[in-house]
């Protein structure tokens, strides 16, 4: 009798140990956590979404999240270089591959200072995505790694805006 109670009772544990809270209890721990500027309680509950549920669609969106954390509100460029890396591999078709990839070679130039690793980034970026919206910054950056903003100012203040393509002639011809 005491070894089916001790059965019944290491079952129960073990069946509550794998119940684990859905997705979106995860993402509402973490919105609560960012709303209080407590961003790394709000890494910490994206982390066991991903671990908990990888292959759930919320995994995706908070790997971004969590990149973009590390960047935007801890400003920790190398962290989230390495989370922005972690997005790209495990959703190299995701909706946001493309901003990480760019936004990889973006914090390598302008924050961390390394033209090596951004001109791979980039090179990569443009590989990937030539006809992406960000494509034409992805060659500005290119072109001009290792330069300080101020030294681009002359060269930014030369080329002319870019505008839409001209609208087709209009004007309505004369009948004979």
């Known amino acids: 009798m005491k070894l089916y109670v001790a059965c019944i009772f290491s079952s129960l544990i073990l069946f509550a140990g794998c119940n684990k809270p859905e997705p ?3 993402v509402g721990k973490a919105n609560v956590a960012i709303n209080q500027k407590d961003f790394q309680l709000a890494i910490d509950e994206f982390e066991k979404l ?3 549920h990888p292959d759930s669609p919320q995994a995706e969106e908070a790997l971004f999240t969590i990149a973009s954390l590390r960047n935007d509100e801890l400003h920790d460029f190398s962290g989230a270089i390495g989370t922005y890396k972690r997005y790209i591999e495990k959703y190299p078709q995701g909706s946001k591959a493309a ?14 200072h390394d033209s090596t690793n951004a001109k791979i980034a980039y090179t990569e970026f443009l590989a990937r995505f030539p006809n992406h919206e960000m494509a034409k910054s992805a060659e500005f950056e290119l072109g001009h790694l290792g330069k300080k903003p101020e030294d681009l100012l002359p060269t930014i203040r030369q ?3 870019q505008t839409a393509t001209s609208a087709p ?4 011809t004369k009948k004979r």
Do not use: V
């Open 99 to 112: 901003l990480a990839l760019f936004l990889t070679g973006y914090l390598y130039n302008n924050e961390l």
């Open 159 to 161: 080329t002319p805006p």
């Open 24 to 26: 979106e209890e995860y």
């Open 50 to 52: 991903i671990k908990d």
């Open 169 to 172: 002639n209009t004007k309505p």
